[in-house]
């Protein structure tokens, strides 16, 4: 597209200033479909979409200022990018989960960007012709685009704990550096120059919207380490072909050339003394210790500097003084860390050592440092990190390295074998690469990962990336805001709405909890219910749910409607003692029918108290109220428990649902089989197409739930959904 539109103009088959404006409208409406399907599809990113859809919109009316005014459009397609540029800016800074470095860390980067951005600002200066370019005029476009060219590079070549925003910086910058060509090219003199802004423009608009889009999925960040060596040699590479132009010219140099010559001084100078400084911090933190754990609430600022300070002072166990000490491994890690490209990898090893007798810990701890020893190579470090597990700095690259640490913990989850029993010992296993990074960001990383191993369920070897440390920053913040939701009014519920296959009529609605936060957006249950977890306030949210759900079936009751209102509730919550009794007090209290309240429970979190959840929802069926089995897996053993179940429906998803090969009798018609004779009835749940949806009513499905038949939405707009069936009732 873009080069039929370059080779037509070129061609004076169109007009320069004709090939621009189909361009950039070419490039606007294409962003702008994507962008508006992505603001409809994920609220939590709408503010940040919609400010990028604007942007995209001024910049492709920008792109008709050269056709409608002529020679004259130069005011005009400056103040569009303006425009293009504060929408942007806006957009970008609300795109979700942006959080702020430490203040150290963004000076570094600042200082580290300084002198590529003053050597592109000086090839600006001496490429602008003087004779067409005034010069105040021509510092603004020569400082302009060197901070443009100085974000792209930064954008395409730096680590990237978000991919998508960082995709998204690469677009914006190609598309205000399109409209500067516009601005700076003078079409009096020949038009066809107009036609070099129509790649940039094009491009850069398409890439906004591919950067949001992965941004709202969420894309996690590549392992592979960044061609971070680009951000000196560009700069370097156009100083000096614009160098050598301005010399061939013969042009004299002037005073701005050399002010700016000695302005790439400053950030280089800074550059060193940082890194001096950061030396001298490495020294002085001396011998890693005890494997670091982040302060729940802590500030993102604290991710950086708490991992590394709590690996750094403790007293190396008497079983380990075989091992290298603190300063050896950081030794280690800044030889390997002297060259920017990948040079070895760090693993950190921890055991998760019985609790109880310290002299028991203290043999286990040893024999896996001995076990250790005969799988690590020859020139492999050991390192002490702590009273539960070690270090090892090799110099292998990286898929080696990951074996290393799958044999490493093959052998260190073995059993150990003490006064005549065995004992198994769990291990995770944190590893990150070593190149370009000091030896205090390399540790922070491999402890980061090894951080993860720990929360996927141990026994693991896991790679540090960009992204991991995002969610970590994440998780904090999640932990820090949770706790006061409730009080400062922050939850909410969405309704989704149960409809009868037969005549698509209404019957019931599943309440889902949403956290609108103000900090982190619209936080759904996936990511919210685990964090309530950790921090025991599972119940606290599910009883406000409850509450919540009792009022909104009171209003909808009153006008004459009688549904169900389905809540879901964790085995945790549900085996509580007094469960039943609660439950059927907030019935009470706002006058709710028991048995137009629904109590959902998932089935794969049955577990071992299968017992205790039979007695629960017995009870619960005692007082009138219904119960429901969700996310039925359909497997022999769940085939074989329903029986046991005191449940009136049985909930199956879209996997059940789908048809399956002719050779095989479709999984939900077993399903529906099995419910007919138990007396259930069965609801197919999240259900996306139409032939879904006829598959669970041919199979036999009474009611369905999903998006192919009703979204959850506010309960607004599920009562306006109402209106339109006014027979609705169960």
């Known amino acids: 597209m873009i080069t039929s539109l370059v080779l037509a103009g070129a061609a004076h088959l169109l007009a320069a200033a004709t090939v621009v404006a189909l361009a950039g409208g070419a490039g606007a409406t294409l962003a702008a479909v994507r962008l508006t399907r992505l603001a409809l599809r994920s609220p939590s990113a709408r503010r940040a979409v919609l400010l990028l859809y604007a942007a995209v919109v001024a910049a492709g009316l920008a792109t008709a200022a050269p056709l409608l005014l002529g020679p004259e459009h130069r ?40 002198a590529p951005a003053v050597a592109l600002v000086l090839a600006g200066w001496l490429v602008l012709l003087r004779a067409t370019v005034p010069a105040p005029a021509r510092f603004a476009v020569a400082a302009l685009l060197g901070v443009l060219g100085i974000i792209g590079l ?57 950067g949001a889009a992965r941004v709202v999925a969420a894309e996690p960040a590549p392992r592979s380490p960044a061609p971070a060596w680009l951000r000196a040699v560009v700069p370097a590479v156009a100083l000096l072909l614009a160098v050598g132009r301005h010399l061939d010219a013969g042009l004299p140099t002037d005073r701005t050339t050399v002010l700016l010559a000695l302005a790439a001084v400053p950030p280089l100078v800074l550059r060193e003394l940082f890194r001096a400084a950061e030396a001298r911090t490495d020294r002085r933190r001396g011998a890693p210790a005890e494997l670091a754990t982040v302060p729940a609430g802590g500030s993102p600022s604290q991710v950086s500097a708490a991992v590394p300070a709590a690996l750094v002072a403790a007293p190396v166990p008497p079983p380990l003084d075989g091992l290298a000490d603190g300063p050896a491994l950081l030794r280690a890690l800044g030889v390997l860390g ?38 690590v190579g020859r020139r492999d470090l050991l390192a002490q990190v702590g009273g539960a597990g070690f270090a090892v700095v090799t110099e292998a690259g990286p898929m ?20 005549g029993a065995g004992l198994r010992v769990p291990a995770s296993i944190g590893l990150a690469e070593v190149g370009g990074e000091s030896p205090q960001d390399v540790l922070r990383q491999a402890d980061l990962a090894r951080r993860r191993a720990v929360q996927l369920g141990r026994d693991r070897v896991e790679w540090y990336d960009a992204f991991l440390e995002e969610q970590l920053v994440r998780r904090l913040d999640l932990e820090r805001e949770l706790p006061g939701a409730v009080a400062r009014g922050e939850l909410d519920l969405v309704y989704q709405p149960v409809l009868r296959l037969g005549d698509r009529q209404p019957v019931g609605t599943e309440a889902f909890l949403r956290w609108r936060s103000p900090v982190l957006g619209t936080v759904l249950p996936d990511e919210l219910f685990p964090v309530a977890a950790d921090l025991d306030i599972v119940g606290e949210l599910e009883w ?27 085995t945790g919550e549900l085996t509580t003692p007094d469960f039943v009794q609660r439950t059927a007090a907030v019935l009470a209290a706002y006058g709710v029918p028991p048995e137009q309240l629904l109590v959902e429970v998932a089935e794969p979190r049955i577990g071992v108290e299968l017992s205790t959840v039979v007695a629960r929802l017995a009870g619960l069926r005692s007082v009138g109220v219904r119960t429901a089995l969700d996310d039925f897996r359909a497997e022999h ?17 879209a996997p059940v649902v789908d048809a399956a090969r002719e050779t ?44 192919a038949l009703a979204r959850p939405a506010t309960a607004e707009r599920v009562e306006a959904y109402f209106e339109e069936f006014p027979s609705a009732s169960r």
Not at 81 to 95: D, N, T
């Open 75 to 114: 005011t005009a397609t400056a103040a569009g990018s303006a425009l293009v540029a504060a929408f942007a800016v806006l957009g970008l800074r609300a795109l979700p989960g942006r959080s702020l470095p430490p203040v150290r860390v963004r000076l570094r980067r600042l200082v580290d960007a300084g």
């Open 154 to 210: 930064t954008a395409l070549t730096g680590v990237h704990r978000r991919p998508g925003a960082a995709t998204c910086r690469v677009g914006v910058t190609l598309t205000l550096l399109g409209l500067v060509l516009l601005v700076v090219l003078d079409p009096g003199v020949a038009a066809w120059p107009l036609l070099l802004a129509v790649p940039p423009l094009l491009v850069g608009m398409l890439l906004v919207a591919a």
């Open 338 to 375: 002297g060259n920017p490209a990948p040079a070895g990898a760090l693993l950190v090893v921890e055991l998760h050592l019985p609790d109880g007798d310290p002299a028991l810990r203290a043999d286990v701890l040893a024999e896996a440092v001995r076990r250790a020893r005969a799988v």
């Open 400 to 419: 080696l390295a990951y074996a290393l640490g799958d044999r490493l913990l093959a052998t260190l989850t073995r059993p150990y074998q003490f006064g």
């Open 544 to 570: 406000w749910v409850l509450d919540r759900a009792c009022r909104q079936l009171v209003e909808w009751t009153a006008s004459s409607r009688q549904l169900w209102m389905a809540v879901n509730v964790t």
């Open 637 to 653: 053993a769940s085939l074989a428990q329903l029986r046991r179940l005191p449940i009136d429906l049985l909930k199956v998803g």
């Open 664 to 707: 095989q009798r479709p999984l939900i018609d077993v399903v529906v089989n099995v419910a007919d004779r138990l007396g259930l009835e069965v609801v197919a749940e999240d259900l996306e197409s139409a032939a879904q949806v006829q598959e669970a009513r041919r199979a036999g499905c009474r009611y369905g739930q999903g998006f």
